[in-house]
């Protein structure tokens, strides 16, 4: 059970939520970053006291040490503080929960000082899962999953012996708030109506990535990679209550599945107790009272995007540094109003189709194949 926390990105949702489950289990706080939101950034280093808070820029790091001032907190900025946060020697247990691939170099950080890796930034192993993974068996390193669909896998799995037993992986979805629209239907859909997501309150980003299936694309990426299983073995519903937040099926027929309200803290607390289970305040699940579960395929026509990750795990290589990368420069573009909603996925293959893929990726073609997308991206969205 973790007892010292670094957290990254402890402004976002995923953040902020982490922060509750910290102060209900009595957590002491190593180190704090956000990307440039000061005011919420110095509030919860008054009440946390870290050793450490860490800005993206130099001019917000100035702002919050002159905030600060009188206080027993260092402040930093950029990589080499991210890297630092996640390096701490107090800290047990680093929870990423920072967007995008702005975290793959600091959990790496992590790892090779062996921490328990509360893992919310897809990204990271979507990227760079084959390093990752085997920094983590190198080292010693403990991932634990937080987002809502890989907690419940890792839950399922728990009291299984041998994985050569699991036959398949079933990530539910909800379907994001366009579920049914065709493709011809989505090409106006606005920033406004991409943010409205049905069942769970969570950033900009990921948000937009729901409404489009990449977000599952991603967790398809992943899952992949956490559980060392075949892109054949890993199937996509959609769940449309987000009740059954994923299942694990067995050789012998058998389904187990993991169900909970939709709330971010169950998985996150049980990320941080694990092996182990505390005392709650949330409030569980009521079978009489909730409503009929119903499953059904995803539709990879109005929703391509999903059908571009699973080619990418099944082709390997830099392609999925090149899908992500591209996917987050679009996402940013349609939030900034630039390009619509379908031009996402359009944009993302084009990047897959001009780029060339790299077998056997060190980090360094990694991080070069994500920047090569996202110029791709601006390039062509002009």
């Known amino acids: ?18 922060l509750e489950v910290a102060r209900e289990l009595g957590l002491r706080v190593a180190a704090l970053t956000a990307n440039q939101s000061v005011d919420l950034l110095e509030q919860q280093a008054r009440e946390f006291l870290p050793g450490l808070v860490v800005l993206g820029d130099m001019a917000s790091a100035m702002d919050l040490a002159g905030r600060l001032k009188g206080l027993p907190i260092r402040v930093a900025y950029g990589m080499e503080g991210l890297i630092e946060a996640a390096s701490l020697p107090e800290a047990d247990t680093v929870v990423t929960a920072v967007v995008g691939m702005v975290g793959l170099r600091p959990t790496l950080a992590a790892i090779e000082k062996g921490k328990r890796i509360a893992l919310a930034n897809k990204e990271t192993l979507v990227c760079a899962g084959e390093l990752v993974m085997a920094a983590a068996d190198r080292c010693g390193a403990e991932i634990v999953p937080v987002d809502s669909e890989h907690s419940a896998i890792f839950q399922c799995l728990q009291g299984c012996r041998d994985r050569g037993e699991v036959r398949k992986l079933i990530l539910t979805c909800s379907g994001g708030p ?7 239907e989505l090409e106006g859909m606005t920033r406004e109506k991409a943010l409205r997501h049905p069942n ?7 948000t937009v990535d729901c409404a489009t299936l990449m977000n599952k694309g991603l967790e398809f990426i992943e899952a992949m990679r956490l559980y060392r299983v075949t892109p054949d073995q890993i199937q996509v519903v959609i769940h449309r209550q987000s009740i059954v937040h994923s299942l694990v099926e067995y050789r012998d027929g058998a389904v187990l599945a993991q169900l909970g309200t939709p709330d971010m803290r169950l998985p996150i607390r049980y990320a941080l107790t694990w092996p182990h289970r505390t005392q709650s305040p949330a409030e569980p699940l009521d079978l009489l009272n909730c409503p009929p579960l119903t499953f059904a395929p995803p539709d990879l026509a109005a929703f391509p995007s999903l059908g571009l990750a699973m080619d990418c795990a099944r082709t390997g290589g830099t392609s999925c540094a090149i899908l992500n990368g591209a996917n987050e420069a679009a996402v940013g573009l349609f939030l900034e109003g630039k390009i619509g909603f379908n031009q996402i996925p359009r944009l993302v293959k084009s990047a897959l189709d001009r780029l060339e893929v790299k077998w056997n990726p060190e980090l360094a073609d990694i991080l070069e194949a994500d920047q090569a997308s996202r110029r791709v991206v601006l390039e062509e969205s002009k």
Do not use: D, P
């Open 200 to 206: 769970w309150s969570m950033g900009a980003k990921i």
């Open 178 to 184: 366009f579920y049914g629209k065709t493709f011809e």
């Open 1 to 18: 059970m973790s007892k010292t926390i670094s957290l990254l990105g402890s402004t976002g949702s995923i953040g902020r939520q982490t």
